[in-house]
Protein backbone atom coordinates (compact mmCIF):
# COMPACT_ATOMS: atom_id res chain seq x y z
CA UNK A 1 0.00 0.00 0.00
CA UNK A 2 1.37 3.50 -0.70
CA UNK A 3 1.76 6.43 1.07
CA UNK A 4 0.36 8.45 -1.61
CA UNK A 5 -3.11 8.48 -2.47
CA UNK A 6 -5.39 10.78 -4.84
CA UNK A 7 -7.26 13.78 -3.17
CA UNK A 8 -9.27 14.78 -6.14
CA UNK A 9 -12.07 12.60 -8.12
CA UNK A 10 -10.32 11.12 -11.38
CA UNK A 11 -10.72 13.00 -14.22
CA UNK A 12 -8.55 11.40 -16.97
CA UNK A 13 -8.99 8.59 -19.06
CA UNK A 14 -7.70 5.53 -17.16
CA UNK A 15 -4.77 3.61 -19.07
CA UNK A 16 -1.85 1.50 -18.35
CA UNK A 17 1.73 2.04 -18.34
CA UNK A 18 4.72 -0.70 -18.06
CA UNK A 19 6.56 -0.82 -15.35
CA UNK A 20 9.73 -3.04 -15.78
CA UNK A 21 7.30 -5.44 -17.38
CA UNK A 22 4.15 -5.10 -15.06
CA UNK A 23 1.22 -3.31 -15.96
CA UNK A 24 0.73 0.02 -13.92
CA UNK A 25 -2.83 1.47 -13.61
CA UNK A 26 -2.47 5.17 -14.67
CA UNK A 27 -4.93 8.30 -15.17
CA UNK A 28 -4.71 10.33 -18.36
CA UNK A 29 -2.41 13.49 -17.37
CA UNK A 30 -0.56 11.89 -14.52
CA UNK A 31 3.14 11.92 -14.88
CA UNK A 32 5.52 8.78 -14.87
CA UNK A 33 6.24 9.41 -11.18
CA UNK A 34 2.50 10.32 -9.82
CA UNK A 35 1.30 7.17 -11.32
CA UNK A 36 3.99 4.83 -9.88
CA UNK A 37 3.83 6.20 -6.43
CA UNK A 38 0.06 6.12 -6.34
CA UNK A 39 0.44 2.34 -7.67
CA UNK A 40 3.08 1.68 -4.51
CA UNK A 41 6.61 2.70 -5.95
CA UNK A 42 8.58 3.78 -3.55
CA UNK A 43 12.06 3.71 -5.18
CA UNK A 44 11.85 4.97 -8.94
CA UNK A 45 15.14 5.34 -10.35
CA UNK A 46 18.68 4.77 -9.02
CA UNK A 47 21.50 6.97 -7.82
CA UNK A 48 23.55 7.91 -10.92
CA UNK A 49 26.71 7.73 -8.37
CA UNK A 50 25.87 4.81 -5.34
CA UNK A 51 23.24 3.03 -7.90
CA UNK A 52 21.32 2.87 -4.67
CA UNK A 53 17.71 3.28 -5.35
CA UNK A 54 16.59 6.79 -4.93
CA UNK A 55 12.83 8.26 -4.95
CA UNK A 56 11.29 11.81 -6.01
CA UNK A 57 12.16 14.41 -3.57
CA UNK A 58 10.51 17.66 -5.41
CA UNK A 59 8.57 15.95 -8.21
CA UNK A 60 9.49 19.54 -10.42
CA UNK A 61 12.42 17.87 -11.92
CA UNK A 62 15.09 19.59 -9.96
CA UNK A 63 16.50 16.37 -7.35
CA UNK A 64 16.82 13.87 -9.94
CA UNK A 65 15.15 11.58 -7.82
CA UNK A 66 13.11 10.03 -10.38
CA UNK A 67 15.58 10.01 -12.88
CA UNK A 68 14.96 6.49 -14.95
CA UNK A 69 14.67 5.25 -18.61
CA UNK A 70 11.43 5.67 -20.32
CA UNK A 71 11.14 3.96 -23.19
CA UNK A 72 14.65 3.11 -24.11
CA UNK A 73 16.07 6.28 -24.18
CA UNK A 74 18.92 7.19 -21.91
CA UNK A 75 18.94 8.75 -18.65
CA UNK A 76 18.03 12.57 -18.92
CA UNK A 77 15.82 15.29 -18.37
CA UNK A 78 12.92 15.58 -18.42
CA UNK A 79 12.62 12.86 -15.63
CA UNK A 80 9.78 10.84 -14.62
CA UNK A 81 7.97 13.41 -12.51
CA UNK A 82 7.79 15.90 -15.72
CA UNK A 83 6.88 13.14 -18.09
CA UNK A 84 3.47 12.43 -19.20
CA UNK A 85 2.41 9.04 -19.32
CA UNK A 86 0.53 7.69 -22.21
CA UNK A 87 -0.62 3.81 -23.04
CA UNK A 88 2.58 2.83 -25.26
CA UNK A 89 5.48 3.94 -22.27
CA UNK A 90 7.53 1.32 -21.23
CA UNK A 91 9.63 2.32 -17.79
CA UNK A 92 12.40 0.10 -16.81
CA UNK A 93 15.03 -0.03 -13.93
CA UNK A 94 18.34 1.63 -14.55
Known amino acids: MSVFRRTAPLSGAAMTIQVDGRAVP ?3 GDT ?8 GYYAIGANVKSGRPAAPLCLIGICFGCQCSIDGAPMRRPVSCRSATASWLR ?4
Open 32 to 39: VATAMLAA
Open 26 to 28: AVQ
Open 91 to 94: RRAR
